[in-house]
Structures are given as structure tokens and as C-alpha cells.
């Protein structure tokens, strides 16, 4: 199928391919940018600085950073993107093919779906699970509104019957840490953990013609707009150089700690980015240890736990291998490994 028809003829493909040629040539700067900003951001704004980072950071370690800070934004763009294409392809479907976002959605293939479900659920936080189920369940009744029209029964078994069904199975699980999070004042959490479940029956049928565009696009282009601060704010904080201690000082003399990210290892000297932005080039010949140090641990976002599962924690947290630090080595306080 090639073209998309509507109510008042198909769309024509050039003005399809031109809006698309847009969207895939801003999707591919739009990482370079942030990759870009990292650096501007690291070097405090000196672009001696910032050319010296270049030179020596590499790409693929710029890369790594960006993937593993930002895994979770793919899934939800991808099941976003699904939800308010299918609501508007259910509302007016002979007036859908105008619309990039329907399009987007009707020409999505459900494996793409399935795989953004299975990493939401691994990368996601707990507490962000019940919002992934509201996604999954109301994406069905979408897909099954479309594809079964005729089936009657089916229909409002996909469309009723499995969203209140699951949405009462998540809400019993969950009830523990609604009550716990409402004992404690976390009030969002308990929002995230009890809305959700209850809003996947409200989700899955159309919404009246004339406010379709209204409760579809118009939140699509929040999200747009939006979207790219998040991202950009989280990763500007973002570690992409090791922590490291260095310990120097003259053959049996006093020693000090110079404490930063490590940039780069040569044959004369090791440069470090220290902490306010200056580079210091330490002369090998007077570094006498080096360690790297570990990241400062961050309280977690919530102290609330359903079922002995802790809501701040992810999946692929819980079952990839950690490093558990049980001893800070002193040069990462700013004081030598052996004091003279």
C-alpha cells in the first residue's frame, strides 16, 4: 500500500516524502547536538577547553553515555507516538490520512510496539510500570477497535473487558505502596502507582470527531516541544570522563591528591579536568598512584517499596551485575594512600 486515502482523496507522496525527508534529517543532528552541548558543558564554557576534550574523548565513549542515560526515551516516543495515532485512526478515521501522527501510527509495525514494551519494562522505574501497562492495554484496544470492527463481542472484551481486568490485577498489587506512599507524603508516587490503572478503559475508544485533533496533536506537540529539554538536562549531568584520584609529588617527598576527570594519559603527562573547569597536565615522572573513584551515590527518588521492590529501581537494574563499594580509598577524599 503506497498511498493513504481519505475522505477527500489520497495525500499526495511528494508532500508525504517532503515531511518526511524533515524528520530524518533532524533526527540524526539532534544526537550530535547533545553530544556537543556535553562538551560545552563540561569545558565551563572555554573553547580551548572544550577543543582539548574533543581531541581526546572518544566518540563511541560519547556514544555509550548517550545510549545508556537515554534508553528509556525510546520506548516511550514509541508507545506515545502508537497511543495518539491509534486514538485519532479510531476517531475519524476518513479524515486520519491527513495527519503525520496517524500515519505514523497505522504504518508502525506491532512487533516495533512489543519491543518498546519489553525494554520499557526492563529500563523503567517501578513506579512507572503501571503507566507502561496503561500504554500496552489501551494500544490493544486501539489495535483491536481498528482490525475487529465487525466482532462485536471481541471488541468490548479488548476495549473493556482486559482493561479493567488488568487495571483491578495492577491496582491490588500496587496497593501497598499507595497506602505507604500516602503515609509518607510522597503523593506523586501514589498518583503514578493508582491513576494509571484506573484511565486504560478511558483510552482504548474514540474521542468525539471534532476534539480528535484537539487531544491528540496538541499534546504530540507538547511532548515535541518538551521532550528535547528532558533529554538535554539529564544528560548534560551525564559522567562521560572517569572519576580519578592521582597522587603527586617528588621521589620521597611530600605528596598530594589531585582530584578530577581523567582526560587522557600520554607519554610525558596526564592531563585532568579538575572540578571548576581547569585542566591540569601532571609530568609522569611525579605521579606516584592513580585510582579511579567512584560515582556519588544519589539518595533515591523514593523510599517507598511494593512488596519488598523498591519503586526507584528498574528491572535491569535489579538483574545486571553492580559494583558495591564497601571502602572510599582516601586519595578519592583528597588525602594520600600512605600519609609521610
Given at each position: 500500500m503506497t498511498d493513504v486515502f481519505t475522505k477527500g482523496g489520497p495525500i499526495a507522496p511528494r508532500?508525504?516524502?517532503a515531511q518526511l525527508n524533515w524528520l530524518l534529517t533532524v533526527l540524526p543532528a539532534f544526537p550530535l547536538v547533545l553530544l556537543v552541548l556535553r562538551l560545552w558543558y563540561l569545558s565551563r564554557q572555554d573553547l580551548p577547553t572544550m577543543l582539548l576534550l574533543v581531541q581526546y574523548i572518544s566518540p563511541l565513549g560519547m556514544i555509550s553515555a548517550l545510549f545508556i542515560t537515554l534508553i528509556w526515551t525510546i520506548p516511550a516516543v514509541i508507545l506515545v507516538l502508537r497511543l495518539l495515532g491509534g486514538i485519532l485512526l479510531v476517531s475519524t478515521p476518513d479524515d486520519a490520512g491527513r495527519s503525520l501522527l496517524a500515519v505514523t501510527a497505522l504504518r508502525m509495525p506491532d512487533w516495533v510496539v512489543l519491543l518498546a514494551a519489553m525494554l520499557a519494562g526492563f529500563t523503567w522505574q517501578l513506579r512507572l510500570l503501571p503507566t507502561l501497562v496503561m500504554l500496552v492495554v489501551a494500544i490493544l484496544g486501539l489495535t483491536g477497535a481498528q482490525r475487529f470492527r465487525g466482532e462485536r463481542w471481541l471488541m468490548v472484551w479488548i476495549t473493556l473487558g482486559v482493561p479493567i481486568l488488568v487495571g483491578a490485577l495492577v491496582l491490588i498489587f500496587v496497593w501497598p505502596g499507595i497506602t505507604e506512599a500516602l503515609r509518607t507524603g510522597e503523593h506523586s508516587t501514589a498518583l503514578l502507582l493508582g491513576v494509571p490503572?484506573?484511565?486504560g478503559p478511558l483510552l482504548t475508544g474514540p474521542v468525539p470527531p471534532w476534539s480528535a485533533r484537539l487531544a491528540t496533536h496538541w499534546p504530540a506537540v507538547g511532548a515535541a516541544l518538551v521532550a528535547p529539554l528532558v533529554i538535554g538536562v539529564v544528560f548534560l549531568r551525564a559522567p562521560v570522563l572517569p572519576n580519578s584520584a592521582v597522587e603527586v609529588g617528588p621521589e620521597g617527598?611530600?605528596?598530594?591528591?589531585?582530584?578530577?576527570?581523567?582526560?587522557?594519559?600520554d607519554d610525558t603527562s596526564t592531563t585532568v579536568l579538575r572540578s571548576g573547569g581547569q585542566v591540569?597536565?601532571?609530568p609522569n615522572d611525579q605521579v606516584r598512584s592513580k585510582t579511579l573513584?567512584?560515582?556519588?551515590?544519589?539518595?533515591?527518588?523514593?523510599?517507598?517499596?511494593?512488596?519488598?521492590?523498591?519503586?526507584?529501581?528498574?528491572?535491569?537494574s535489579w538483574i545486571a551485575p553492580t559494583r558495591r563499594v564497601t571502602e572510599v580509598d582516601p586519595?578519592?577524599?583528597?588525602?594520600?594512600?600512605?600519609?609521610?
Open positions: 508532500r508525504r516524502r490503572p484506573l484511565l617527598g611530600k605528596l598530594t591528591v589531585v582530584r578530577g576527570q581523567l582526560i587522557s594519559v591540569t597536565f601532571l573513584c567512584p560515582e556519588p551515590v544519589r539518595p533515591p527518588e523514593s523510599a517507598v517499596a511494593v512488596r519488598g521492590w523498591p519503586l526507584s529501581d528498574s528491572v535491569l586519595r578519592c577524599l583528597g588525602r594520600p594512600l600512605k600519609p609521610r
